[in-house]
């Protein structure tokens, strides 16, 4: 059937909706990453390519051609991590998932709270709809009801756990000592511990709420899609933990997502928690 006879039927409507929707979904996947200058260029070398066609270029073209094919692969390989993010968040299943109870989360908070205080070093991941199941595999499956003094003997200064990761999938600890992806070498955070990386990098990967707290300045921080949080009080740690796994607000709501960052003091590889996590 014509939306107007003899010219453009519903098919073809269709067919241009649906290519318009995933341009703007693939968009959506790379904003916001170092990806997005990456399409940009591609986009110039597009233009320069489709110019030399009609120019009858044909050395320019051939040339133009051929590192196109040899570029392609440079990008698969060059930008896997971030081919990898793209991927896992569209098979995220769209269901609300389960977070920790209300005292459960309340735990987790104080627990953080009382860490900091004492600038004992700590990283905790809450697992949302991106199962965790790699990254607890590589630490202790424990598999224990959340509780504040628990969550402190783990993270003790020379505990043997100490300098990993905690997993947390709804209101139980499935894991301790696990190791955490890096933050990408772009740059952004270099200036941070290695804690406080590794939080960033598991939030780059997955949508976990991942909580960092540091032993040297005694702060508490949030580490969510890649980016890291300013320092937080127990109030509005509390606050921003409510909002991001029962309220689920849009990303660039929080607070934290707009408020400058407090560079983190450097420390030697193996600083920060002496580990990779």
Known sequence: MSLIPGSVSLRDVLDVLLV?????????LVVGTRAV???????????????????????????????????????VVLFQPELRAAL??????????????GAALQDLARALERLAERKTGALIAIERRTPLG??????????????VPFLEALFARNAPLHDGGVIVQGSRVVAAGCLFPLQSSDG???????????????????????????????????????????DLNGTELREQLRALLYDRPVLGDLPFTRR???????RAPGGEGGGPA
């Open 260 to 266: 400058a960052e407090a560079p983190e003091p450097s």
């Open 134 to 147: 790699e990254y607890a595999a590589t630490g202790v499956q424990i598999d224990a009801v959340i509780s």
């Open 88 to 101: 896992e968040r569209v098979g995220r299943p769209r269901g609300r998932e389960t977070g920790p109870s």
């Open 37 to 75: 200058n990456v399409l940009r260029g591609i986009v110039v070398f597009a233009g320069v390519w489709a110019a030399a066609e009609l120019l009858g270029l044909t050395t320019l073209s051939y040339i133009l051609g051929r590192a196109g094919t040899v570029g392609l692969f440079a990008l």
């Open 20 to 28: 318009a929707f995933l341009v703007y979904q693939g968009y959506l």
């Open 188 to 230: 952004t955070y270099r200036r941070y511990g290695t804690r406080h990386r590794a939080a960033i990098g598991l939030s780059e990967v997955t949508d976990a709420v991942v909580l960092v707290a540091s032993e040297e300045r005694g702060s508490m921080r949030i580490a969510l899609a890649g980016r890291l949080g300013p």
